[in-house]
């Protein structure tokens, strides 16, 4: 039997943490064994469903505040405003809360329920808007920016602010290469604001050239609906059907994707995305997202097209309780003719 990953202490793992911030990053590298063994690469997950506020985006709101914190942007009783698909305003909120901030969080009212009741739950003040394209004054972003103009308050703008990529560069990108001692070909996974892919891969290619060796392979994954598959195919922002899933796709290249080493990109459709999460949940004890089921199928596609005997690294957003009312409701996918999961398909 191999050895389970929580037997030993990992790399980055402390036997306790002084805060709730404090126990934000560490994640397990979790091999996922059906990928792995259908495409005859080693191919891993990096468990951030496992952060405090369940999602990745708990490295980016706390790199955010400290580094606002650092700047003195942000001090004692002070207010953070953010648009968000609602990771991030979790995340924002329960460091937030940890450091005596408030939190106003602006949310398109298209994203799940249960963000939407966790964001209310953990004391957030939620503010929810119509979904609007960007290039629209009424969409979220603008929202949040105009808030936090208007009130004074200190704009986490996770979207452009460095902060954001720095934070995967200096803590996500280190934990991937110690936990396989600096052995891996390839790394991929989808972009929202683009700072989990950009970080990583800019802390991945320092870590290779400190080490002398070649840097791992940067596959961008993308979901329909999504302009940044075209951008790294053909430097073309246009856009092309849709998704359900939340969190990832973009239309424009932020400020924390611009310049990242990217060397390929994948398009992930939704039914290719939902029959892996399904596997990953049935046959590996994996509750994951719908991002984590784009991530894990651009894994799959790389390591047949760099073939056997490769590692690849992708990320495991966050957590499937998440979209019960979507991605785990056969109401709501039979309406969008996606695939269900045989077990609730009755
Ligand atoms: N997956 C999920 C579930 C997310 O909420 C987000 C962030 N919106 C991402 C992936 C993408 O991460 P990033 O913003 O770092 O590109």
Redesign the pocket.
């Given at each position: 039997m191999t050895k389970s990953p929580l037997s030993a202490p990992l790399p980055g793992w402390t036997s306790f943490s002084t805060d709730m911030p404090a126990a934000v990053g560490g994640t397990p590298l979790i091999r996922l064994r059906k990928a792995s063994e259908a495409t005859g690469c080693e191919i891993y997950g990096k468990a951030e469903f496992m952060n405090p506020g369940g999602?990745?985006?708990d490295r980016?709101a706390l790199a955010i505040i400290e580094d606002a914190e650092r700047k003195g942007l942000l001090k004692p009783g002070g207010t953070l405003v953010e648009g968000?698909?609602?990771?991030?305003g979790i995340g924002l909120t329960l460091v937030a809360n940890a450091r005596g901030y408030r939190c106003i969080i602006v949310m398109p009212e298209t994203q799940s329920r249960e963000k939407i009741d966790f964001l209310r739950m953990i004391g957030a003040d939620l503010r929810l808007v119509p979904a609007k394209p960007y290039k629209d004054p009424g969409n979220y972003v603008h929202v949040s920016r105009r808030l936090a103009e208007e009130g004074g308050y200190v704009w986490a703008n996770?979207?452009d602010n460095l902060a954001?990529?720095e934070g995967?560069r200096h803590t996500t990108a280190p934990e991937i290469w110690q936990q396989l001692d600096g052995k891996l070909d390839a790394f991929t996974?989808?972009?929202?604001?683009?700072?989990?892919?950009a970080?990583i891969a800019l802390g991945l290619h320092d870590a290779a050239q400190k080490a002398a060796v070649k840097a791992p392979h940067i596959v961008l994954a993308d979901p329909e609906g999504s302009g940044l598959y075209g951008w790294v195919k053909s430097n073309d922002l246009s856009v092309q059907g849709s998704s359900i899933?939340?969190?990832?796709g973009?239309s424009r290249v932020t400020a924390?994707?611009d310049g990242a080493p990217i060397d390929d990109a994948e398009r992930i459709p939704d039914p290719e995305a939902l029959d892996i999460i399904y596997s990953l949940l049935i046959d590996e004890g994996l509750s994951v997202?719908?991002?984590?089921g784009i991530?894990v199928a651009s894994a799959i596609r790389t390591a047949r097209k760099l073939g056997p005997g490769h590692r690849i690294v992708t990320?495991l957003?966050?957590g499937g309780a998440?979209y019960q009312s979507k991605l785990f409701n056969p109401e709501f996918l039979r309406s969008k003719n996606l695939p269900i999961a045989p077990w609730l398909d009755k």
């Amino acid at each position: 039997m191999t050895k389970s990953p929580l037997s030993a202490p990992l790399p980055g793992w402390t036997s306790f943490s002084t805060d709730m911030p404090a126990a934000v990053g560490g994640t397990p590298l979790i091999r996922l064994r059906k990928a792995s063994e259908a495409t005859g690469c080693e191919i891993y997950g990096k468990a951030e469903f496992m952060n405090p506020g369940g999602s990745v985006k708990d490295r980016a709101a706390l790199a955010i505040i400290e580094d606002a914190e650092r700047k003195g942007l942000l001090k004692p009783g002070g207010t953070l405003v953010e648009g968000t698909a609602g990771n991030t305003g979790i995340g924002l909120t329960l460091v937030a809360n940890a450091r005596g901030y408030r939190c106003i969080i602006v949310m398109p009212e298209t994203q799940s329920r249960e963000k939407i009741d966790f964001l209310r739950m953990i004391g957030a003040d939620l503010r929810l808007v119509p979904a609007k394209p960007y290039k629209d004054p009424g969409n979220y972003v603008h929202v949040s920016r105009r808030l936090a103009e208007e009130g004074g308050y200190v704009w986490a703008n996770q979207f452009d602010n460095l902060a954001n990529r720095e934070g995967h560069r200096h803590t996500t990108a280190p934990e991937i290469w110690q936990q396989l001692d600096g052995k891996l070909d390839a790394f991929t996974c989808a972009c929202g604001t683009g700072g989990t892919l950009a970080g990583i891969a800019l802390g991945l290619h320092d870590a290779a050239q400190k080490a002398a060796v070649k840097a791992p392979h940067i596959v961008l994954a993308d979901p329909e609906g999504s302009g940044l598959y075209g951008w790294v195919k053909s430097n073309d922002l246009s856009v092309q059907g849709s998704s359900i899933t939340e969190g990832i796709g973009q239309s424009r290249v932020t400020a924390n994707l611009d310049g990242a080493p990217i060397d390929d990109a994948e398009r992930i459709p939704d039914p290719e995305a939902l029959d892996i999460i399904y596997s990953l949940l049935i046959d590996e004890g994996l509750s994951v997202g719908g991002s984590s089921g784009i991530n894990v199928a651009s894994a799959i596609r790389t390591a047949r097209k760099l073939g056997p005997g490769h590692r690849i690294v992708t990320i495991l957003c966050d957590g499937g309780a998440r979209y019960q009312s979507k991605l785990f409701n056969p109401e709501f996918l039979r309406s969008k003719n996606l695939p269900i999961a045989p077990w609730l398909d009755k």
